[in-house]
């Protein structure tokens, strides 16, 4: 069991994966996870960011990638330790299917940016349906939709948004070996 002079700080998007890696290997480590869609605003990711790693209370695990361009400075200002991935897809599917994906010309899609697609969408894009397929349709040539032990069935919304921007639709079935691997491989720099 680790300590719980940590805590974990993350992305919304996978909060029940962390939740689940935290409870099969027992950690005690408070956890607080940031809405999903600071994405698409840098600005509040980065308060948001900042609040929750607060003063050095806490030695945080920072289960993020590179999604904000000054994430680094972000973890250094406050002592934090953060994974070793560009984004949370390669926390799923490990550098080398991301890698793949992503060359291929994946959009990726988890079930929390599914479940809250307008949400997350209209504040970038608007509603105009020719604006989603222009935008996705110039930068990606399919939709990956990933599902993991902790998803549900969110197989229609998938659907329904790979009509909206005009990319057909894979999926991706993965489970959380590369995420525990991270999370083991940041604890065990942290506890140096």
């Known amino acids: 069991m ?7 700080v993350g992305c919304g998007i996978l909060k029940d994966e962390i939740e689940q890696v935290l409870r099969e290997r027992q950690w005690n480590m408070e956890s607080a996870f940031l809405d999903s ?15 929750v790693l607060g003063n050095g209370e806490y030695r945080n695990i920072v289960c993020y990638g590179t999604c904000h361009p000054q994430m680094d400075g972000l973890m250094e200002n406050s002592g934090s330790r953060r994974t070793a991935v560009q984004n949370c ?9 991301f890698n793949k994906h992503l ?7 988890f ?12 504040p970038v894009f608007g509603t105009n349906p020719d604006n989603f397929k222009e935008v996705f349709r110039s930068e990606h040539s399919y939709l990956l939709g990933i599902k993991t032990p902790c998803s549900g ?4 919304i998938a659907e329904t948004i790979s009509e909206q921007i005009g990319l057909p639709l894979k999926w991706h079935l993965a489970d959380l ?11 065990a720099q942290a506890e140096q």
Do not use: C, M, Q
């Open 37 to 51: 869609s600071l994405h698409v605003d840098l600005d509040k990711l980065a308060h948001g960011l900042g609040n």
């Open 111 to 122: 079930e929390d940016w599914a479940l809250n697609w307008n949400r997350v969408t209209e």
């Open 89 to 97: 897809v390669e926390l799923i599917l490990g550098s080398a299917a």
């Open 153 to 156: 069935n969110f197989s229609l």
């Open 103 to 109: 060359a291929d010309g994946a959009f990726f899609l």
């Open 177 to 187: 070996r590369y995420l525990e691997e991270a999370l083991l491989n940041t604890l």
């Open 2 to 8: 680790k300590p719980s002079v940590f805590r974990l």
